[in-house]
């Protein structure tokens, strides 16, 4: 099998965690917090360039706060989206692997002090504190580099094919694959045909490193586009270099149903990272706040979530280090009882 550690890889990790993991949360918020100034078509990849320091920090604040997926600030990073930044293909190529070593960074200091044993959030033998840390190089898909809202409608014309989105997305995904991380996150995944284009060409340029398909829904049963949830698992379950499969940036709401969606056509493990339950208007840039829940009520969805089938949890937008040391505690509770 050419596919470092096999197609168990998610599997096998999980088991070493006492059957459940905890994702990350937001990045650009925790970012915007620190100081960073986001406003940019290239959003968070803006911080490679500008300040990796602040990049390492929030990668760090999620481990400490229980994360065991970290995921890289590359979501909106492509070399296109660089080039028109006037910054060459071999610069661009160097920042992406820039946003995996930096998350890297933050593993290894956050290896060095739970050596030293300097914390201890869960008291004694958290099986959560167990088990290795991943790092996930984020891929977002063709609208996030567009950063015209298509990303949350999944509609992209006619004009763009899967072999359009395959050209579009491979050399990301090739430098990516050959930088140091564990997998590859495809994030925020909106449609049937994108989904379709990441499977064909992980086979095609045998990437030799396993990935995650996630995908966001405004409905509940459908992704973004009106593309049917159980299709995109469907095409996600019959590619052999995906480990897990999954829904983010989607209201805390529709997950339950959703896992249960995809459960019907997969027995790969499922990972569910939503947002914070508010809505995100495309047109203004912004957050409308009003629609959102509070943080005590999406831990709350938390023991649903897994009782559908999710065994990792994290958090998309909006999400902030508190929602994930939350959600770390629900999940230690349940990996005591594995
Ligand atoms: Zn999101």
Redesign the pocket.
């Known amino acids: 099998m050419g596919l470092k550690n096999g197609s168990n890889f998610l599997a096998d990790f999980l088991r070493q965690c006492g059957g459940y993991a905890v994702i990350d949360g ?1 990045l650009a918020t925790e970012l915007e917090r620190h100081g960073a100034d986001l406003n940019d078509p290239l959003w968070s990849a803006k911080c490679l360039v500008s300040s990796p320091h602040l990049l390492r920090r929030v990668h760090l604040d999620y481990l400490e706060a229980g994360a065991k997926i970290i995921i890289s600030a590359s979501y909106q990073a492509t070399l296109q989206g660089f080039e028109a930044k006037g910054i060459s293909k071999g610069e661009g190529e160097a920042l992406l692997k820039r946003s995996v070593e930096i998350a890297c960074e933050a593993r290894n200091i956050y290896n060095d002090r739970a050596a030293k044993g300097s914390w201890d959030d869960f008291g004694d033998g958290s099986v959560l504190k167990c088990g290795p840390v991943l790092v996930a190089a984020s891929v977002g898909s063709y609208g996030a580099y567009l950063a015209d809202g298509s990303e949350y409608s999944g509609i992209y014309g006619d004009a763009i094919t899967v072999k359009t989105l395959k050209d579009f997305h491979r050399r990301r995904v090739q430098v990516l694959a050959n930088s140091g991380a564990d997998l590859i996150a495809f994030e ?1 995944t909106p449609n049937k045909m994108e989904a379709q284009a990441y499977a064909e060409f992980l086979e095609e340029e045998a990437i030799n490193i396993p990935a995650w398909f996630s995908f966001s829904s405004k409905d509940g049963t459908n992704v973004v586009s009106g593309d049917s949830m159980v299709d995109c698992a469907s095409i996600a379950d019959s590619c052999k270099q995906v480990v897990g499969i999954g829904i ?2 989607t209201p805390p709401r529709y997950i339950q149903g959703l896992i249960q969606l995809i459960r019907k056509v997969t027995s790969k493990p499922i990972l569910v990272y939503p ?1 914070s339950g508010e809505t995100y208007d495309g047109e203004k840039k912004e957050w409308v706040a009003s629609t959102g829940v509070a943080e005590e009520d999406f831990v709350s969805y938390v023991d649903k979530w897994c009782e559908a089938g999710a065994s990792l949890v994290g958090g ?2 909006r999400t902030t280090p508190k929602t994930i040391r939350a959600i770390s505690k629900v999940l230690s509770c349940r990996a005591h009882r594995v």
């Open positions: 937001g925020t983010n940036c947002n998309c937008c």
